[in-house]
């Protein structure tokens, strides 16, 4: 965004500064501009924000690659607040974005050894393993936090995603149910944990991705997504060795569902339709096919 900064004050600035802190907008570019341009050198009136300031630079400027510039706001706060943990892991930050991973790690621990209560270095040694691709130790590492903070919702994501990741879907799947604890009403969630028992594969985890996407359409119809889901579920049950009662409640959920999903897409079919686009219809004529072997019509 460009700004007049000639008719803008020291003043207007803070305030914008303190608006995008409140919003937590990291406006990077902009907050770099607008320091050198205008703050920087009337820093010395911001008082006690003052502090807060200086940490938003020093953010920015490490998303802006102005290294010098981080440099110096860490100065100053070390300068003004020695021995700050807070402060310490803001030099762990700087040292990461220059790479010097194995520097970073040493001052985490540094700050963990100080106080095991502090989330966000265990978060950081996470976020540096990621980077550097040890996702094995990543993973161990985040297990370890996962321990203490068991009620992080983020971190049982990022578990789950590194799992993922590795081919791990049966922890993976342990990492969506702690988050469904959390989460009972999510239908995203319900939806997500269904699609990772759905790839695990095996009769078994296909009827409880069934359970699952039965649950994220009930708390949410409009999810085509668990629709889909459902409807690839029925299907497999009805053609495996599964019982006869099962097979057979299998086929009226999927003649129920297709109808659903053809609900679903009936007003899409009838807008005009955009050059080399499969209109929806055709996708759900392309399922059905799919599963030729599936008479949806009937139950045997």
Not at 39 to 61: D, S, T
Not at 119 to 134: C, D, E, L, T
Not at 155 to 175: D, N, R, S, T, V
Not at 264 to 280: D, H, I, L, Q
């Amino acid at each position: 965004m460009s700004y007049n900064l000639e008719e803008m004050s020291w003043s207007d600035v803070r305030d914008l500064f303190r608006k995008w802190r409140d919003d937590n907008e990291r406006k990077s570019d902009d907050v770099m501009q607008l320091w050198d341009a205008i703050l920087c050198e009337k820093q010395g009136k911001l008082g006690n924000e003052r502090h807060l300031v200086l940490e938003q630079v020093m953010i920015a400027a490490l998303d802006c690659n102005r290294t010098t510039a981080a440099e110096d706001c860490i100065r100053v706060l070390t300068a003004e607040f020695p021995g700050s943990l807070r402060i310490q892991k803001y030099k762990s930050m700087l040292l990461e974005s220059l790479e010097r991973y194995d520097d970073a790690l040493d001052v985490l621990d540094q700050i963990i050894k100080k106080d095991e209560t502090n989330a966000a270095p265990r978060k950081r040694k996470v976020a540096i393993y990621k980077a550097q691709g040890r996702n094995g130790e990543a993973i161990r590492e985040l297990c370890d936090y996962m321990k203490r903070f068991m009620s992080d919702q983020e971190g049982w994501h990022e578990l789950c995603a590194l799992y993922l990741a590795e081919g791990e879907f049966a922890k993976a799947a342990f990492c969506m149910e702690e988050v469904l604890l959390h989460n009972p009403h999510s239908h995203l969630i319900h939806q997500r944990l269904a699609d990772i028992r759905y790839t695990m594969g095996g009769l078994d985890n296909i009827e409880i991705a069934k359970s699952y996407y039965s649950q994220a359409v009930k708390l949410n119809n409009h999810n085509l997504r668990a629709l889909y889901g459902l409807f690839l579920c029925c299907g497999h049950i009805a053609n495996s060795k599964a019982t006869t009662t099962k097979r057979k409640e299998a086929q009226k959920l999927a003649q129920w569902t297709i109808a659903k999903i053809q609900q679903r897409t009936a007003a899409a079919n009838s807008a005009k339709p955009v050059k080399g686009e499969k209109k929806p219809k055709d996708e759900v004529a392309a399922l059905e096919q799919a599963f030729g072997g599936l008479d949806i019509a009937k139950a045997n």
